[in-house]
């Protein structure tokens, strides 16, 4: 590996760089008028607006085809993303996502039928949903599967909706919720937007959640524990059937997150665990592509208490075959109502089912298999010159603190940005709360031997830069990005949330 | 007489007259890192001892500022809402947040003065 | 297998870099009583070849909107996805980059979303837009419970012409998060509900066009709203109409919340789409969702960050805005390319072709003897009331091959009043020879 100069590129006239083009908004490129869509127009008729026809101008600007696909090509260039390299976000679970899935998807009998058409005219549809839902149970052991919510956070909803529910059946008013303070902060806001008190339980020296306090804040006020398992540290929680045992003598619900399941998928069921009721990350464990943010699916599986509450639509499996209830009555009078319009995430139901056909239970065992070897090897690979909190190995993600960074000047911040330019995105930083300058690393198992290597090689050179007192490399990374570090608080400050043609929108530094 | 005490939630108190002034202490600025935004009070909001009294941002956490003492709103610092960086700038002095009008003397009691702050930063920094 | 880069000897050789004997020993931890010996009851890994035939066969079972005449509406709608859009957001670094956190290398996905957030202020009138919700439903709720934030109220009145789905999602989220609504009876037909508003309410929700197609004024009502401290949360399902109607911010709107699905996505069987959500800059903080804003790297160049974080989960935890963590991202590109093609000129154009649209199967409808209008104004969608219940006349239809529109009874299977409306829609895909079909096959049955 060669050394990268830090001195400054050549300028050129332009500001771009090779392959690296500077692109304007869509509104700097604007001629009235210009269309990129050929439409004809319609004969003259009688309108019907009502007078309320849209008078002056909206302000969009116009642009041929050809100018449209430059823009977002260019705009395409300067995004990282898992189709470019490793990707080692802990908890984030950056597979590759197959183009198998992308094909499937836009098959018109699964692209090109609504909602709303008679249900007799898309069993193909049914059946699809169904199946995936019976994949899900059987990989879970759970018997309910509510495939609704459209994300993570939304199925944390689902689920403690259908614990309230459930509570609620029973007469019974809990008012606490136990989370983790290793837990992601969707956690707590949920439990706190269902009206619940979040009351937070350490974690032991081990990195797993402490027992004994879990144990002691039990009470007959406690609706439910949240916990992540494997937890944010990448540790399995070994006591979690004794954890769940306590949480059920009490008369609470155990819920989980599932944004780990990518561990144990096909190794350990969680109704196997005590679970009652976990959301599964279809955009993560199941491959569907994270677009840049969205859209994902959060199917949360139930147990049988729970599962009447589940969110509107049901399938269920009826005399004449599949059927749709989509009223709060009959089978579905005690669900919870609807969280999401219309019946899901078909687009990522068929991507997931893709998936997971593809790899089967023999495959998906596979993948928790690999993901944990994949993230066990990065361990041994880095411990010698990273500090790890906790000692034993890990699960799919290993987590590393700033400990290796004392007296270096650099931060785990500055050490990321570094990685940037070393053509990598940067692991998670500062997340779980509990370890100092936190590093999450999840590798994923669609990352080869070699390209496990080389991530391992230049973390140590890094680390070892960082050590011999090359400050100066990290604090001003990255160098070599379309731009460098940004200004947040200057983004807050005065927010610019769009475009405006009054204001000075163009490149201007103050 | 000016009296200053300190909460353990980091904000500083200063009698000025029949006024208290509140704000965060410079240790709390520097945890938070640049200051971006301020919801200060009502004028004539009563707020209690320990309760949320204002809420300030920064670009990677946000904070409630808890009031010292219970009392009215007198005076909120508009200067630190249209320029958040004074909270950084000089949290003891133009970064101050409101002025109240105290009912209770008696709970500035149990508050810590300059010298057991400083001890308590030393525990809380290992 | 093909998604699984490790061989067998590259196991070996790590396990033995790791001093471990087998897989099965980094799974110790796993208490005995949960372990699974082998794989579960499912079928094995499959090839391309197969699992393509698997899911087409189910793909083959339904009946492709695009193959028959089609007239569904009701909040998802048949649009042409110009061809470009689609290669667009295929491009590997779209499809498989994540959150743009790292906003270093992100700026591809910050800039769209920035013009995204351009666009959708724009279109609805409003001074300001979020990066996207997960669909309209969901954004009509988080507009409630942001009405509810900025007045410190906490009881909302629903019209009742709200799309159903969208008003049963609100009573989900006031049941558990804990506020009131007051919805009002579902039937077609102009509202007083400026006399519903008092000093306890948050806001008033309305749609427009509404759930039976309608297209109204609601500045009257803005005014009424505001003079009690109240919002005015407006719906939109079919982002098309802004392209033809007044846009809610002209109306005095305080809050937009939308369905983008009509520009860039397909039908999708109802998902993923793309919520859309706008509202005035004095509430910007008290807004869900991402948000991107512009600023400048160390060297003075323009670029864009998530900005105004603070309010999310992942910092406030339990004092966060919404519990939302997600936006929907590709759905939101997929807008932003359709929008950027079609462009002033070209989204004009195009609602007035879905315009035309209505207007002629509306003209051809209100020949039929028994068939009546029910709209005074509407822009590509309307309502019919029939001599008989609609469900069975659609369905009647549907044998035929003929997708006549969506019968009010499926979301109000109780209510005998409400069972004879029908609600059409109608695009710029509707051809002649659809509509043709559609009077043929209503003549037929009524």
């Known amino acids: 590996m060669n050394d990268v100069s830090l001195t400054g590129p050549i300028a050129s006239v332009t500001g771009n760089r090779g392959l690296q083009i500077e692109e304007k908004l869509i509104f700097e490129q604007d001629s009235p008028g210009r269309c990129g869509v050929d439409l004809p127009e319609p004969a003259p008729f009688l309108s019907r607006l009502g007078g309320l026809a849209r008078q002056g101008v909206i302000g969009l600007p116009g642009l041929s085809e050809p100018q449209v696909v430059r823009h977002f090509t260019r705009l395409s260039q300067k995004n990282y993303a898992i189709d470019s390299g490793l990707y080692p976000l802990g908890s984030c679970t950056m597979k590759h996502n197959p183009r198998l899935n992308e094909k499937l998807a836009r098959q018109p009998g699964i692209a090109d039928i609504h909602p709303l058409q008679p249900v007799s005219t898309v069993p193909g549809a049914l059946e699809l949903m169904d199946t995936l839902a019976h994949w899900l149970k059987i990989l879970t052991g759970m018997p309910a599967i509510a495939l609704s919510p459209a994300a993570g956070a939304h199925g944390e909803l689902c689920g403690m909706m259908a614990i309230r529910a459930a509570l609620e059946l029973r007469g019974e008013r809990r008012s606490r919720v136990l989370v983790p303070e290793s837990a992601h902060g969707t956690n707590p806001a949920t439990a706190a937007a269902c009206g619940y008190m979040v009351d937070p339980i350490p974690a032991n020296d081990s990195g797993r959640v402490d027992r004994a306090a879990l144990e002691a804040k039990l009470g007959p006020d406690v609706a439910a524990l949240m916990l992540t398992n494997p937890n944010t540290c990448g540790l399995f929680e070994g006591e979690i059937i004794e954890i769940a045992a306590a949480v059920h003598a009490a008369g609470a619900f155990f819920y989980c997150d599932g944004a780990n399941f990518n561990a144990i998928v096909g190794r350990v069921r969680p109704a196997d665990l005590g679970i009652d009721c976990m959301h599964l990350n279809l955009h993560k464990t199941f491959s569907t592509p994270h677009g840049g943010g969205g859209p994902g699916c959060g199917a949360v599986a139930l147990a049988a208490s729970l599962g009447r509450h589940a969110p509107l639509p049901w399938i269920v499996h009826g005399p004449d075959g599949l059927e749709l209830l989509e009223q709060g009555t009959g089978a579905a009078e005690l669900s919870l109502g609807r969280l999401k319009g219309f019946h899901g995430q078909m687009g990522m139901f068929v991507r997931a089912l893709a998936y997971m056909m593809s790899h089967g239970s023999d495959g998906l065992r596979q993948v928790a298999d690999d993901a944990v070897l994949n993230a066990n090897y990065l361990r041994a690979g880095l411990e010698g010159e990273l500090s790890l909190p906790f000692g034993g190995h890990c699960m799919h993600e290993v987590l590393f603190d700033d400990g290796f960074l004392k007296d270096t000047g650099v931060t785990t911040l500055d050490f990321a940005k570094a990685l940037i330019d070393e053509g990598y995105h940067p692991m998670t930083m500062y997340f779980p709360l509990i370890v100092h300058g936190a590093m999450l690393i999840e590798p994923t198992e669609t990352e080869s031997k070699a390209s496990l290597d080389e991530f391992i090689a230049v973390v140590k050179r890094l680390a070892a830069a960082a050590r011999s007192g090359d400050v100066r490399r990290f604090r001003s990374a990255p160098v070599l990005t379309p731009r460098r570090r940004l200004d947040e608080t200057r983004a807050a400050r005065k927010p610019i949330l769009r475009w405006r043609a009054e204001l000075e929108c163009r490149e201007a530094a103050e | 007489m000016t009296l200053l005490r300190f909460t353990k939630d980091h904000e500083w108190i200063r009698l000025d007259g029949d006024l208290a002034v509140v704000g965060i202490t410079d240790y709390a600025q520097s945890q938070l890192g640049d200051v971006v935004y301020v919801e200060l009070p009502e004028i004539g909001r009563r707020v209690e001892k320990g309760k949320e009294a204002a809420v300030v941002e920064s670009v990677k956490a946000a904070s409630e500022v808890y009031a010292p003492v219970s009392g009215e709103v007198a005076e909120v610092n508009e200067a630190i809402t249209a320029d958040p960086a004074k909270v950084n700038a000089d949290p003891m002095g133009k970064g101050w947040f409101m002025k109240l009008r105290l009912t209770d003397l008696k709970e500035l009691d149990d508050l810590l003065d300059e010298a057991a702050y400083q001890r308590f930063l030393e525990q809380e920094q290992h | ?446």
């Open chain 3, 1 to 446: 297998m093909r998604y699984l880069p490790l061989t067998e000897r590259d196991r070996e050789e790590m396990l033995a870099a790791l001093g471990a004997p087998s897989i099965d020993a980094l799974f110790a931890e796993v208490p005995a009583a949960a372990r699974l010996d082998g794989p579960v009851g499912l079928p094995r890994a499959k090839g391309e070849i197969e699992v393509e035939r698997a899911i087409s066969a189910m793909a083959a079972r339904n009946v492709v909107a695009g193959s028959v005449p089609f007239f569904v509406g009701a909040g998802v709608y048949r649009h042409h996805i110009p061809a470009a859009v689609d290669h667009l957001i295929q491009r590997g670094e779209f499809l498989t980059s994540y959150t743009p956190y790292q906003p270093e290398i992100s700026q591809g996905t910050l800039q769209y979303l920035f013009e995204f957030q351009t666009q959708v202020a724009l279109l609805t009138g409003m001074e300001v837009a979020n990066a996207s919700l997960y669909d309209g439903a969901t954004a009509c709720a988080e507009a409630v419970m942001m009405a509810n934030r900025v007045t410190g109220r906490r009881k909302a009145v629903l019209s009742g012409c709200l799309h159903p789905h969208y008003r049963e999602v609100c009573e989900t989220y006031a049941r558990f998060l804990g506020f009131d609504l007051a919805t009002q009876d579902p039937a077609p037909g102009d509202e007083d509900l400026g006399r519903l508003v008092d000093r306890g309410t948050s806001c008033v929700v309305v749609q427009n066009p509404d759930f039976y197609g309608e297209a109204r004024d609601y500045s009257g009502l803005a005014r009424v709203c505001h003079g009690a401290g109240a919002l005015l949360v407006v719906v939109v399902t079919e982002i098309l109409s802004l392209g033809a109607i007044r846009p809610p911010g002209e109306m005095g709107a305080d809050i937009v919340a939308a369905e983008g699905q009509s520009l860039g996505n397909a039908l999708n069987f109802g998902g993923p789409h793309v919520g859309l959500f706008a509202a005035r800059d004095k509430f910007v903080r008290q807004m869900p969702g991402r948000l991107v804003g512009q600023t400048a790297d160390l060297d003075g160049r323009r670029g864009w960050v998530l900005t105004l974080s603070t309010r999310e989960q992942h910092i406030r935890r339990e004092k966060a805005t919404s519990n939302i963590c997600t936006n929907s991202g590709l759905c939101a590109l997929a807008f932003t390319i359709h929008l950027a093609l079609l462009g002033e000129a070209g989204l004009v154009r195009l609602a007035r072709l879905n315009h035309a649209a209505a207007v002629a199967v509306a003209e051809r409808l209100e020949r039929i003897p028994g068939v009546r209008l029910v709209n005074r104004a509407f822009f590509n969608e309307f309502t019919v009331r029939l001599p008989q219940p609609a469900a069975d006349v659609v369905e009647a239809l549907a044998q035929t091959r003929v997708l006549a529109g969506v019968p009010v009874s499926r979301f109000y299977p109780k209510r005998d009043g409400l069972a004879d409306l029908l609600v059409l829609a109608a695009t710029e895909m509707t051809t002649p020879e659809d509509i043709d079909r559609l009077e043929q096959g209503l003549r037929e049955v009524l």
